[in-house]
């Protein structure tokens, strides 16, 4: 998810900036301002109780806008974030958005504030009170409303600066450079949650075609460690002289040197939506270090893919594999195979196992075709992250 908060005195350009970024950036906006005038319009009981205070240019009590909020929030579960608009509003309500965020397992990202001198906020609303029919835009109520700013919404900004999500854009340059100081921060913002997919599945289960397949659909860099081992014994790199020395006396590549090559990947892939990983991890060892590795990078693995095969169709597919020209070196004897096909379960079905506490694995029947497969896995990626399209 993506929650972003908009900051900044009334007529900042808050609900201006709101529209250009919930398109954008696919949120879904929740104004408190513009809740209340629907409860008002339709004469709720929320809204009776608001109606004066709005009137005055006062702020509505904290207990009406958690309510007001929670219900917004939970009629809304799938969305790809929230855009807040007018809220939070004072110390209180930014701890109720906090707490708010943590109950869907999420953090608010950025608080983004528009910066106004107080006169300009009162020329502008006072301009668009001409135009508005809004009863809180004339001078003595606009006034009032600064104040209520000055007092009671500015300290939240001390807040947000402490949990480092506080920054702030000039909001007396035009529409479209404050649009586009907006854009930037977001898309750093963005930039710092990757998608990051692990596809599970035994050897021959397909999982390096379909990982392929779903890293170019959806952008996404495919690490495979085993075929990265093998381009640097191809290139003849130092790492692929030390590893071809170690295949050759039969020794297992050591885990600092796939770290090494991993962290090189990603610090080569700056302009990602994320990442597939194939082959890694393999251990448990392994997939401490995946969770180390992507938490420098402020990241962390957010779909795992599991692709079921039956046992005798793996063996089937392995051995006709094996007299293809598409062989790979390990696929050269049965023994070798079922040495595979046994390190998979041995070693890896932990770590899948492990996952299944921590996340929600997806499993997907591999029996089918590979544009069957293909379906189900896009299906699925699809369903966690709705702007991935
Ligand atoms: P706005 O449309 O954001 O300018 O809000 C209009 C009026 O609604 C404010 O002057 C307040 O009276 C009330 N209001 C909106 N959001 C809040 C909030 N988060 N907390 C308290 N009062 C609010």
């Not at 408190?32 to 709005?54: F, V």
């Not at 110390?91 to 107080?118: C, H, R, W």
């Not at 480092?164 to 450079?177: A, H």
């Not at 046994?342 to 890896?348: F, M």
Request: charged share 30%; glycine share 6%.
């Amino acid at each position: 998810m993506l929650n972003i908060a908009l900051f900044g005195p009334p007529g900042a350009g808050k609900g201006t900036q709101s529209e250009y970024l919930i398109k954008k950036f696919k949120l879904f906006y929740i104004s408190t301002g513009d809740i209340l005038r629907k409860e008002l319009a339709n004469e709720t009981k929320l809204g009776l109780q608001a109606k004066s205070i709005i009137a005055q240019g006062g702020l509505v009590s904290d207990e009406i806008i958690v309510q007001i909020i929670e219900k917004t929030i939970r009629s809304n579960p799938d969305v790809n974030g929230f855009l807040f608009d007018g809220f939070p509003r004072t110390f209180v309500q930014a701890y109720i958005l906090e707490g708010l965020m943590i109950k869907l397992n999420t953090t608010l990202d950025l608080l983004i504030s528009i910066e106004v001198p107080e006169e300009e906020s009162v020329a502008r609303l006072i301009e668009r009170g001409k135009i508005s029919g809004r009863m809180d835009d004339n001078e003595e109520v606009i006034r009032n409303r600064l104040k209520e700013y000055n007092d009671k919404t500015l300290p939240v900004l001390k807040f947000f600066k402490e949990r480092g999500s506080y920054r702030s854009i000039n909001g007396l340059q035009s529409i479209e450079k404050v649009k586009d100081d907006i854009e930037e921060l977001v898309n750093v913002e963005q930039s710092k949650k990757l998608l990051n997919i692990v596809i599970f599945g035994s050897p021959g289960s397909g999982r390096g075609s379909i990982g392929k397949a779903i890293a170019k659909k959806y952008d996404l860099e495919f690490v495979a460690t085993g075929s990265m081992l093998e381009d640097e014994i191809k290139k003849n790199t130092p790492t692929g002289k030390e590893v071809k020395s170690l295949y050759e006396n039969g020794q297992l590549v050591p885990d600092e040197i796939v770290i090494r090559l991993i962290e090189q990947k990603i610090e080569n892939s700056k302009h990602v939506k994320g990442f597939i990983f194939k082959g890694y991890p393999r251990t448990l060892v392994q997939s401490y270090i995946l969770d180390g590795i992507l938490k420098k990078h402020e990241s962390s693995i957010n779909k795992i893919i599991e692709i079921e095969v039956d046992m005798l169709e793996l063996i089937r597919r392995l051995d006709k594999r094996s007299k293809t020209d598409s062989a790979m070196p390990y696929d050269s004897s049965t023994e070798r195979i079922v040495q595979r096909l046994e390190d998979h379960k041995t070693k890896t079905i932990p770590v899948i196992e492990k996952y299944k506490e921590m996340h929600d694995v997806a499993v997907i029947n591999g029996m089918a075709s590979f544009d069957d497969v293909l379906k189900k896995v896009s299906t699925e990626i699809e369903s966690s992250f709705k702007n991935i399209k």
